[in-house]
């Protein structure tokens, strides 16, 4: 089963921008989509934005205009840059990967968006 791990959250200060990154164990074009979620405490884990194996991407209301995701598949590595940071972004995101034989999490990675 593939393994992502996340990597790139912090604290940034509101308007600023991070850029996410998820490692995947496998070859991209393996999986059939990546994505990235997230939590904010008390609130349910939603979709930030997603990329599947043809190139297709779609992104949550929220986030449009403001975040991309794109990925480099000579390093098996999905990217979410994150601009013009909010306050309301503030969460733990995590890196999904589906495939034909399932779905894998990864640990996630908090950011924090703060003055």
């Known amino acids: 089963q593939v393994q992502v791990v996340e990597s790139g959250g912090g604290l940034v200060q509101p308007g600023g921008s991070l850029r996410l990154s998820c490692a995947a164990s496998?070859?991209?074009?393996?999986?059939?989509?990546m994505g990235w979620y997230r939590q904010a405490p008390g609130k349910q884990r939603e979709l930030v934005a997603r990329?599947?194996?043809?190139?297709?991407?779609n992104y949550g209301d929220s986030v449009k205009g403001r975040f991309t995701i794109s990925r480099d598949n000579a390093k098996n590595t999905v990217y979410l840059q994150m601009n013009s940071l909010k306050a309301e972004d503030t969460a733990v995101y995590y890196c999904?990967?589906?495939?034909?034989?399932?779905?894998?999490w990864g640990q996630g990675t908090q950011v924090t968006v703060s003055s």
């Open positions: 496998a070859r991209l074009f393996s999986i059939n989509a």
């Open positions: 990329i599947t194996s043809n190139g297709s991407t």
């Open positions: 999904y990967a589906h495939t034909a034989g399932g779905g894998s």
